[in-house]
């Protein structure tokens, strides 16, 4: 019996608000007051208010939003169009209170993730299928929004991070992680981390990695930049998340989300959730989950499971 089921007798489910949001939901960032959705399939995104679960707001961008980002004042939402036959990337810039675009960067082939580093925005760029060249990261002046550097990094890369210092890549088809000296705009460093490196998550002190083909987290030393632990977690894995105590996995075969207990080294639990999830967002009291068979997201109560689990 999953604790998803064992809350359930008890009449204390974990999932608390579930929001019917658009088609196929498929990023979260959380603005430290509102919840903002990207869907795919409708080409929008939304402001959720998550007191009453309403959808208060809702921005066309013209583009299936592939990633989220909040920069402390404004919201950025990046994806790609096909335009005349060619992919390219436009980055939009959204007024938080408003809602209103303030400004559009045109940026590399299929942008998949955002990262801020407290005064530049940097944008992950695939890049083109089949090309010899890899994808890359842009850094973007956002006074001016123009692409002022960009760097090379490795193939199919699908997850980016700032860990207050430096930037890490996650290069699926590589195996890889790279960490990116900002000032330098350079890779400096590069480990081998298993198979399929898609997601990433900081605990503070350590880079955690979710290898969609090996079905593992692992912990990087970025000191060392060695793999200092391995964690299996199953398949199907697509998101991942730290509420600031453990990891949290989202399991899109199985339509649910797993907790990770990063000292025992194992899951722990298992929470059932809508269909197909795809992004994970943790609002400093409870974990969002963005549904993308759904068309939903939820609100997850981590503090009421890890009373269940200490009984």
Known sequence: MTWTEQLAEMGLGTVVVTVPVGDEPTSLVWDGAFLWVGNRGRSTVMKVDVESGVVVAEVPVGFSPSALLWDGSSLWIVGSSLWFGEDYGTVNQVDGQSGMIMAEVTVGPLPV??????????????????????????????????????????????????????????????????????????????????????????????????????????????????????????????????????????????????????????????????SQPAALAWDGAYLWVANEGGNSVMRIDVHRLKLLMES
Do not use: C
């Open 113 to 274: 993730a955002l990262a801020w580093d407290g005064v530049n925005l940097w944008v992950l760029s695939y890049g083109i299928p089949g090309d010899s060249s890899g994808g890359s990261v842009a850094q973007v002046d956002v006074e001016s929004g123009v692409v002022v550097a960009e760097v090379p990094v490795g193939f199919s890369p699908r997850a980016l991070l700032w860990d207050g210092s430096s930037l890490w890549v996650a290069n699926t088809d590589n195996g890889t992680v790279m960490q990116v000296d900002v000032e330098q705009r350079a890779v400096v460093a590069e480990v081998s981390v298993g198979g399929g490196p898609a997601a990433l998550a900081w605990d503070g002190s350590s880079l955690w990695v979710l290898n969609m083909w090996s079905n593992t987290v692992v912990q990087v030393d970025v000191e060392q930049y060695t793999v200092v632990a391995t964690i299996p977690i199953g398949a199907g894995a697509t998101a991942l998340a730290w509420d600031g105590d453990s990891l949290w996995v989202a399991d899109r075969y199985r339509d649910m989300v797993k907790q990770v207990d990063v000292a025992l080294g194992a899951v722990v639990a298992e929470v059932q959730v809508g």
